[in-house]
């Protein structure tokens, strides 16, 4: 059996397949390859860094308990940080922007990105150019996470697989986000934080349901794949800490506001650096370089900004170990930490910023206990609460994954003793952060994601099942049927397209008159539909509603589709039939508004200065119970009243109500109600 006809067979089980299944599958694939993909460059950091610090610099890098454990020390030769640094970011950029400029940066960000905008575009070549580079920027003392690279080998399997299993546009996201989760799980050794990342970090205020089973799924066989090859531990060893002082709250209350100024502090920072190195008439393959040698004049003073910092971490989670080291140090490391992270990935250099945000949090959380400690009444007797709860403020806020960075640190420290005063923390430095994010492509919520672009313009459409839309082919080809006859009847019949359906009723793929006419004369000759069927255009399942079905064909610019069932063809489905059902359903749902009985109506009023709305968001404006905002007349335009829709002076609102809540609407629109249509 080859190749073609086992994904033949796989592409058609998987249509047929339950959701839990399905996913059970694909999660699992994606799993096994980013549990894999953050081992070898687990790996390949450690060789990387054993090479440029411990090597050329006689540096050995503080590590994490359950990485090595090793201490802080000096390096033997710091005049050879510089230019150390200096070289990785050299190599770094010359890799990058020679085989995949898309590459640069951090990682984390560009997979949100493929998940919203083109989950089956990731090119195969970004991950392995992403392992490398990122390796020899971190590995050479370039401030950077981990996290970041196995995101984006994750993130670019799902992809992977979406194209080669021809899933539909929702399944595709879907898998991008899962390989994003359980490339960031395995390398946290972080299994339930990574899988509840996957779903929680492509939004700012919104949560992508959907992906939780299959991030569950992926993120824990890539934990299994990953603590196999690496070991199990959690990174920074096992801590108990109780809480157990409501008192201590208001210590909570301080770390949650510090932690998002902190934060905002970040993020300005990071894209400041970003946008002024982009301004820069250097080469970008020179500017990583550049920005390393200044990182590496930074690590001769504070050695804690090269690498990946968690090994500082590691000292400041102990009363004994913080002592140790100067005030001055703990203090001004936060602020360092962000400055050299901005420099190594702001300047193009490969790495994530996810690991650096925690390490600037835990240093944080170390700092502020050392300044309270001699002083302060019931403060904790170690630092350990203040480090984990900074850690879990500063970037649950930052990156808009509260939950999921919670878990992870608690997963990441063994400790789950500080989650109550932690979301006290993480609710305040939300609040701090605002719509900030250090994710450039978070979105806001589903409303503005192309994924969910039709569910949420035009709700009824979630309603609507493709199959009741879905016609009968008016032709349908055999793979046994020459390719000449069938382009001679697509054309007779005026269509782009036909199903390949077997004599069993299976469906066998797709054909289209571009295709055909693109292949020689004497191939359309002698060549039989089955050879040249594809799964392009998109392939609808009877399951999908409306909304999904017509987001598959915007996203692979199709007019046309078929509706599969259990691998047998259910019919076809084409925009003009989608849009058709919509109209067909929205008209009977005016009808039904119309005949609610006695005091029910439709009312007309203008947004007015004196009403407060002109400026609100729909969602956020305090409608009367028994009214609902049905549409919006602006000009010549008619918009659906989505959530996140900022009303303006002049538009006309089309609302429907009920004679109790008349006198509230009317106070609340400031004008008065013009009848439209009187209920029964």
Known sequence: MDLDTILARLRRGLRSASYLRKWVILGAMIGVISGLG??????????????????????????????????????????????????????????????????EGHGTDAAIAAFHHRPRGVRGRIPAVKLVSAAVTIGSGGSGGREGPTAQIGAGFGSFLARTLDLEARDARIAVSAGMASGIGAIFRAPLGGAILGAEIPYRDDIEAEAVVPSFVASIVAFSVFGALMGFGSIFGHFRSEFTDPRQLLYYVLIGLAAGLVGRLYISSFYGFTSWFKGWRLPRALRPAVAGFVVGCMGILLPGVIGTGYGWIQACLGRDSIMTI????????????????????????????????????????????????????????????????????????????PIAVMLMVAEMTGDLGMLAPAMIAVGIALLVVGDKSIYASQLAT???????????????????????????????????????EVLRRLKRARLPGAPVVAQDGSFKGSITVQKLERARPEARAGDLVGGVASGEPPIISIEDSLDEALGALADSNASWGPVV???????????????????????????????????????????????????????R???????????VHRGEQVIVPRGDLHLEIGDELTIFTVSGAREALEKLVAAPLRSDVDGA
Not at 49 to 72: K, M, N, Q, Y
Not at 452 to 479: G, I, S
Request: overall charge positive.
């Open 38 to 103: 953050a081992a070898l460059f687990f790996a390949a950091l450690e060789a990387s860094t054993r090479l440029f610090l411990g090597l050329l610099a006689g540096f050995d890098p503080a590590t994490a308990a359950g990485e090595g454990g090793h201490g802080i020390t000096d390096p033997a030769r710091p005049w050879a940080l510089p230019l150390v640094v200096a070289a990785g970011g050299l190599i770094s950029g010359l890799i990058v922007f020679r085989l995949a400029p898309e590459a």
């Open 326 to 401: 100067p005030l001055w140090v703990i203090i001004a490391l936060p602020f360092a930490k962000i400055l050299a992270t901005s420099l190594s990935i702001g300047s193009g250099g490969s790495g994530g910023i996810f690991g650096p945000g925690m390490v600037v949090g835990g240093l944080l959380g170390a700092a502020l206990w050392r300044l309270l400690m001699p002083w302060a009444p019931f403060m904790p007797s170690d630092p350990t609460p203040f480090v984990i709860v900074a850690m879990m403020a500063l970037f649950g806020s930052i990156a808009h994954s």
């Open 446 to 484: 589903r409303a503005d994601s192309p994924a969910h672009r039709f569910q949420f313009a035009m709700p009824v459409m979630a309603t609507l099942p493709a199959a009741d839309a879905a016609r009968v082919p008016r032709v349908v080809a055999r793979p046994e049927d020459g390719a000449a």
């Open 565 to 619: 069932s259990n691998g047998k063809l259910t019919g076809v489905l084409s925009v003009k039939d989608v849009m058709k059902s919509y109209r067909t359903a929205l008209a009977g749902s005016v009808q039904r508004i119309r005949g609610l009985g006695p005091g029910g109506a439709l009312v007309r009023a203008a947004v007015v200065p004196a009403s407060g709305l002109a400026g609100a968001t729909v969602a």
């Open 621 to 631: 404006i305090p409608w009367p119970r028994d009214a609902v905002l049905v549409a």
